[in-house]
């Protein structure tokens, strides 16, 4: 195939738009201060070139959008976005008068709408009508009655690391702000590696599971507990793992089976303790509209 004049002109001006001497590629910025200006946009529900305006110590938003690429890293949001947790849990802990606290992790769709993807967006598109793709984000919640507060959201690449990489970050955090008490997480994040990430951090866990063939004939057999054994190969080891499963069948019209390894009088208990987490995903439809604007 040949190499003609419109793709070496293209190749020309990409070089010059992505190259270190493009004016607004060097512009003299540290790439958290990019994430300072998209964090404050979503908390002010407002765009972000009204935000840029101001703070005169942040970049604009022409600047910013030649440096998203480069700044927009997980470790740099996640750190900018402790910042806002760390100012605001303590007003928490005044309306949750648990000595410990229990944590609930989700996982969470933004459709998008757009032609033009990036390294952000996933395919999944959860048949919302319009919609090419979706953003990803898992959330970390306190739950506490009828009470839910949402800690960090954290948006997640197309091209990532595993969610129990997420997990153990988000679990790291929090527990050195609050008493966990114990952690509820939605059948997405039932694997191995989360399970070995918990058990590493002493942490207790209720994760709801898909009912594979040998969990419906423990389910046969009645509520009960029952050891699972499995293996996870990671980075060239190979990790033999075990779990509790809970199974308690037809219960509210539902059979339940939960992976845990907190060993309850009741197996009743588990059901209790994991619909704590229910309202968390009208939780997120209520604060759907936090979110950074742009034109």
């Known amino acids: 195939m040949g190499y003609s004049l419109r793709d070496f002109m293209i190749a020309l001006l990409s070089r010059w738009l992505y190259n270190e001497g493009h004016p607004l590629k060097c512009a003299k910025y540290a790439a958290i201060e990019f994430v300072q200006l998209l964090m404050k946009a979503a908390q002010r529900k407002d765009y972000v070139e009204s935000v840029s305006g101001l703070d005169p110590g942040l970049p604009n938003v022409d600047t910013l959008f030649w440096r998203l690429g480069d700044c927009a890293t997980f470790d740099l949001i996640l750190q900018e976005h402790k910042k806002l947790v760390e100012r605001s849990i303590e007003a928490?802990?005044?309306?949750?008068?648990?000595?410990?606290?229990?944590?609930?992790?989700?996982?969470?769709?933004?459709?998008?709408y757009g032609r033009k993807k990036n390294p952000w967006i996933h395919e999944y598109t959860n048949g919302?009508?319009?919609?090419t793709g979706s953003y990803v984000f898992i959330v970390l919640s306190i739950v506490s009655?009828?009470?839910?507060?949402?800690l960090l959201t954290i948006p997640i690449p197309k091209i990532s690391m595993e969610k129990d990489y997420y997990v153990r970050e988000l679990v790291l955090f929090v527990q050195s702000l609050i008493p966990i008490e114990i952690i509820l997480l939605d059948h997405g994040f039932y694997t191995w590696g989360t399970i070995k990430a918990l058990q590493e951090l002493k942490r207790g866990y209720i994760i709801l599971v898909p009912?594979?063939?040998?969990?419906?004939?423990?389910?046969?057999?009645?509520?009960?507990l029952h050891e699972h054994q499995g293996v996870l190969n990671r980075e060239k080891t190979t990790y033999k793992m075990c779990t509790d499963i809970a199974v308690l069948p037809n219960y509210e019209g539902f059979d339940w089976v939960f992976a845990t390894n907190i060993k309850y009088d009741k197996i009743i208990r588990?059901?209790?303790y994991y619909k704590k987490r229910w309202g968390i995903e009208t939780t997120f439809r209520v604060h759907?509209?936090?979110?950074?604007?742009?034109?």
Not at 92 to 112: C, H, L, M, N, S
Not at 128 to 131: H, I, L, Q, S, T
Not at 145 to 150: C, E, P, S, V, Y
């Open 92 to 112: 928490v802990k005044k309306r949750i008068r648990r000595r410990q606290i229990i944590v609930a992790i989700d996982e969470t769709y933004e459709p998008f």
């Open 128 to 131: 919302v009508k319009g919609a």
């Open 145 to 150: 009655g009828n009470l839910r507060f949402i």
């Open 211 to 224: 009912k594979h063939d040998k969990f419906k004939e423990w389910l046969k057999q009645g509520a009960g």
């Open 270 to 272: 588990y059901v209790w």
């Open 288 to 295: 759907d509209e936090v979110r950074i604007k742009t034109k």
